[in-house]
């Protein structure tokens, strides 16, 4: 029983993983480097913009990888 739980519990994670968003790459859609605000509301349409805004950790009105990543880990 103690297994399926175990077991259970990675299925959700690895869920809610694949919700989060797409791939950075995905996100980039005009490949210039980094998520603007814009395309990150258009990424993860259920994503409140004052996340995503509170995510641009440099405040350049974009997203790097790295901030991107921070935001779509939750
Ligand atoms: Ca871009
Ligand atoms: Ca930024």
């Not at 005009?30 to 993860?44: F, I, P, Q, T, Y």
């Not at 994503?47 to 901030?67: F, K, P, R, T």
């Amino acid at each position: 029983m103690k297994k399926l739980i175990a077991a259970l519990s990675i299925l959700t994670v690895s869920t809610f993983a694949w919700a989060a968003g797409p791939a950075f790459n995905e996100a980039d859609v005009n490949a210039d480097g980094v998520v603007s605000l814009a395309e990150a509301k258009a990424a993860l349409p259920d994503m409140e913009e004052a996340q995503i805004v509170a995510a641009d950790a440099n405040n350049d009105g974009a997203l790097s990888a790295d901030e991107y990543a921070t935001l779509t880990a939750g």
